[in-house]
């Protein structure tokens, strides 16, 4: 049942991942946290920020990881396939109509359309794992003391440094990681 379970929410996930992998990161917590609560949000984080740093798609990493976690190796197939199958079939049907149809004015509006509802999604799955990352738990309070400074911190020197110098994105994220094996050990 586990197997279906998971091969029915990565299809959905696969199947409305439009926009590629960080638009897919709200669709992804949707299923695996708030519908089926296989994962809390600190492991939802886990699990997206492991999925941003290996080689491949985050949608299709995120099925795999969760899967293994869930129900083991065969889980992590499963959940891929589930992920991988809507998309190959969708990007064969639409390479098929683009093709014959690209000059269309219709289609250009088409595509135009998407890029808004994309852009949406990936700033809304960015907010809530900024959320979880700059307050505890994820519960948002303007209070001072409920802030962790220091994530705030590296954050801001994060997109700093992205912005300014705009260095390849994996040397920022190897940093931070560095610079938080340091700092939090002898924080908690």
């Known amino acids: ?45 886990d699990i997206i920020t492991i999925s941003q740093m290996t080689p491949g798609p985050v949608a299709i990493n995120s099925a795999t990881f969760v899967g293994t976690h869930i129900a083991g190796f065969w889980g992590s197939i499963v959940a891929t396939i589930g992920c991988v199958i809507p998309s190959c079939i969708i990007v064969i049907a639409l390479a098929k109509i683009y093709t014959k149809y690209r000059q269309l004015d219709a289609m250009q509006a088409i595509l135009k359309g998407l890029r808004p509802a994309v852009v949406a999604l990936i700033a809304s799955a960015g907010l809530s794992i900024l959320i979880l990352s700059l307050w505890q738990g994820g519960a948002v309070s ?10 705030a911190a590296m954050f801001a020197a994060a997109l700093f440094v992205l912005r300014k110098w705009k260095p390849n994105p994996i040397w920022v994220m190897v940093g931070c990681g560095v610079l938080g094996a340091i700092i939090f050990p002898f924080m908690g």
């Open 1 to 45: 049942m586990i197997y279906l379970q998971l091969l029915w929410s990565f299809f959905q996930i696969g199947l409305f991942s439009f926009g590629g992998g960080y638009a897919s990161m709200r669709l992804i917590q949707n299923q695996v946290v708030t519908l089926h609560h296989w994962l809390d949000m600190t492991q939802f984080a």
């Open 142 to 151: 303007w209070s001072p003391a409920s802030v962790d400074w220091i994530c």
